[in-house]
C-alpha cells in the first residue's frame, strides 16, 4: 500500500500553524527557558503539544529550547503568539512581535546514561559529556535536571566521576586564555555571612602585578554575593570586551560571571541545587574548579572555613574535602593551595551589600574601625597567592600583602578598577543603609560563646537583603566579647516595614547569639 504524503496545502496549513509572533512575558522563572501557549492555539491543538513538553524555538538563525506551559489567558499570551519566560527572551534575543517558528524538540540524547546514573551505576568520561551537553542546551526539564542531581548526591560520585564531571562542565561554553601565566584566583566555599575577602585580595594581588580576573556570583540563598557588594561601588555587568580590557589594563576586576558564559550548565544546576539544599561534595568541587578553569585560572587559592554552623564542621570532613579538591585539580591542571580557616562566625561587621561594601573600603582605607577579622583573613589570602608568584618566597607572602595595604597602593588599585568598571558614588563614612532598623540586646550578661551563621543570614534575607543594598544586619559583638544586660549585639536594617516586622519575627524565635561562660566557646582550630 502507497504511504500517503501530505500534500502542498498541507505543508502550508502546517508551517503557518508553527508560526507564531514572540511575546515578551514578564515572569522570571530562573534560569529555565518557559514557553506559553494558549489552549486554543492552533498548534497547541494540532500537534498535541503537552504542558512541560520540550519545543524548539527558532528564527533568523537564532535558536532556543524550552518546556511548554498551557495558559487559559488571553492577557498572557493570545491564539496567534507564542510567550516567553524573561530568561528565555533574553537567550533567544529577538525583538516582541517577530514571527518564530515553534517545533518539537528532540529527546535529550544523554537520558540512557541519566536513567544509569539514577540506577547508581558509575558513569564514564563520555556519559558526563553528554550530560552536561544537554543541560548547557537546556534540553533537561526541571524534572530530569532535578533527577540528575539527586541521583548524583545519593550514590556520591568517586573522585575518578567528580573529575569527569569538572572537566566536562570547564568545556561546555567559553573558555578563556589569558595568554600568560600564572593567572591567579581565590575562591571560598561559602556559608559564612559577611565573608567579603575577594574584594580586598584582588587589588593587593593586582597592585603587585599579578594577573587576577575575579568573576563572582550574585546571592542566591545568602544575604550578599561579592558581585552583589562591589555593585554597590561599581557596575559588575561588563560584556566580554569590557571585562578583557580592564583586565588587561589593571590586573584585575570584579565583575559579575553572569555574562561571560563560563560552565553556563553549572548555572542550571545551581538553580536546582540550592532550593533542594544539596550542596555535596563531589557537585561542589565540580561547580567551583569548573568555573575557574573555564575563566582561564593556572592557580587557585581555595578557603574552607570550618565551624559548628559553616558548611563544613569538622577539621576530618575538611581534610576529604581539601583531598577530593587537590585531586581533581591536579587531574585538571590547576594549581591549589587550600586554606582551612576561622568559620565560627560572620567575617568582618556587616552582612548585606551596603554593609559590607563598607567594611570592605574602610580595611583599604586603613580605617581605624575596620573590622580586623576581615582584614587579616584578607591579608593571609592574600600573601597565599602572592607566593604563587616566583620571585616571592614562600612564607613572604604575608608581609608583602601587609605593606600594599598598609601604603595606599591597594585602595588606589581598588578606585582605577571601580572607576574602569564604572563607579557608582559610595561614602563608607555615610553609606545608603535602609533606613528602618531595629536592635537585639543581650539577654543577660556573660561572653559571646556561639554565633549561628545561618539564622544571621536568614534574618538579614528576611530584612530583604541582597535585594534592597541598604538592608541587612551590622554586629555589634563577635565571639569572645564581654556583654551586660541590655548590651546591643546586633542591628537590622530594612527598608520596608512588612520585611522589618518578619526579622523581628525570626529574632524573636532565635537570636543566632548564644551568651554563656567564656570556657564553653568552640576551640579555634584551623590552617593558615
Request: hydrophobic content about 45%; overall charge negative.
Amino acid at each position: 500500500m502507497k504511504k500517503a504524503t501530505p500534500g502542498a496545502d498541507e505543508l502550508k496549513a502546517a508551517q503557518a500553524a508553527s508560526t507564531l509572533a514572540l511575546r515578551r512575558v514578564g515572569i522570571d522563572t530562573y534560569r529555565e527557558n518557559v514557553a506559553y501557549l494558549h489552549r486554543e492555539c492552533e498548534l497547541y491543538r494540532a500537534e498535541g503539544f503537552q504542558a512541560l513538553a520540550k519545543v524548539a524555538v527558532s528564527s533568523n538563525g537564532q535558536r532556543i529550547l524550552a518546556s511548554v506551559n498551557v495558559v487559559d489567558d488571553d492577557a498572557i499570551v493570545g491564539c496567534s503568539e507564542l510567550g516567553l519566560s524573561e530568561d528565555a527572551f533574553a537567550l533567544l534575543g529577538l525583538e516582541e512581535g517577530q514571527q518564530v517558528r515553534v517545533s518539537q524538540a528532540e529527546p535529550a540524547s544523554s537520558i540512557p546514561a541519566l536513567h544509569r546514573k539514577i540506577a547508581g551505576e558509575r558513569l564514564s568520561s563520555e556519559d558526563f559529556r553528554a550530560i552536561v551537553s544537554d543541560i548547557a542546551e537546556h534540553r533537561y526539564s526541571k524534572i530530569e535536571l532535578t533527577a540528575f542531581v539527586v541521583a548524583c548526591n545519593q550514590s556520591e560520585l568517586d573522585r575518578e566521576e567528580v573529575f569527569f564531571l569538572s572537566d566536562a562542565m570547564s568545556h561546555v561554553g567559553r573558555r578563556l586564555n589569558w595568554g600568560e601565566h600564572p593567572v591567579v584566583d581565590k575562591h571560598c566555599i561559602g556559608g559564612i555571612p559577611g565573608n567579603r575577602t575577594s574584594m580586598l585580595v584582588v587589588p593587593i594581588v593586582a597592585a603587585h602585578g599579578m594577573l587576577c580576573p575575579k568573576t563572582s556570583s550574585r546571592a542566591i540563598t545568602s544575604p550578599a554575593g561579592t558581585a552583589d557588594t562591589m555593585e554597590v561601588l561599581a557596575r559588575v555587568e561588563l560584556s566580554f570586551d569590557q571585562l578583557t580590557e580592564i583586565v588587561h589594563t589593571h590586573r584585575g576586576c570584579l565583575a559579575w560571571g553572569g555574562t561571560s558564559d563560563l560552565s553556563p550548565a553549572d548555572d542550571v544546576l545551581i538553580a536546582v541545587e540550592r532550593p533542594l539544599s544539596i550542596d555535596s561534595p563531589g557537585q561542589m568541587v565540580a561547580s567551583i574548579l569548573s568555573k575557574k578553569a573555564a575563566a582561564g585560572s593556572t592557580h587557585l587559592v581555595l578557603d574552607i572555613p570550618i565551624g559548628p554552623t559553616a558548611k563544613v564542621r569538622s577539621m576530618p570532613d575538611a581534610q576529604r574535602l581539601r583531598r577530593l579538591f587537590e585531586f581533581v585539580a591536579k587531574r585538571m591542571g590547576l594549581s591549589l593551595d587550600v586554606v582551612i580557616t576561622d568559620g565560627r562566625q560572620p567575617v568582618g561587621n556587616g552582612i548585606g551589600p551596603v554593609l559590607e561594601a563598607r567594611d570592605v573600603m574602610r580595611v583599604l582605607q586603613n580605617h581605624p574601625l575596620a573590622p580586623n577579622d576581615l582584614r587579616q583573613k584578607a591579608l593571609r589570602l592574600a600573601g597565599r597567592m602572592l607566593e604563587f608568584d616566583p620571585d616571592v618566597r614562600g612564607g613572604d607572602g604575608f608581609a608583602i600583602a601587609r605593606d600594599i595595604l598598609d601604603s595606599g597602593r591597594a585602595l588606589q588599585k581598588m578606585q582605577d578598577i571601580i572607576a574602569a568598571q564604572g563607579a557608582t558614588p559610595f561614602d563608607p563614612e555615610n553609606p545608603p543603609l535602609a533606613p528602618l532598623s531595629f536592635e537585639i540586646a543581650a539577654p543577660g550578661p556573660g561572653t559571646v560563646i556561639g554565633i549561628d551563621n545561618l539564622q544571621l543570614a536568614r534574618i538579614a534575607r528576611q530584612a530583604g537583603a541582597p535585594r534592597a543594598a541598604g538592608a541587612g544586619v551590622d554586629l555589634l559583638a563577635k565571639l569572645g566579647d564581654t556583654v551586660a544586660a541590655g548590651d546591643s549585639l546586633y542591628r537590622v536594617h530594612a527598608a520596608y516595614p512588612t520585611e522589618l516586622g518578619f526579622a523581628r519575627q525570626l529574632c524573636e524565635r532565635a537570636t543566632g547569639f548564644t551568651i554563656g561562660n567564656a570556657e564553653a566557646m568552640p576551640a579555634l582550630f584551623v590552617e593558615f
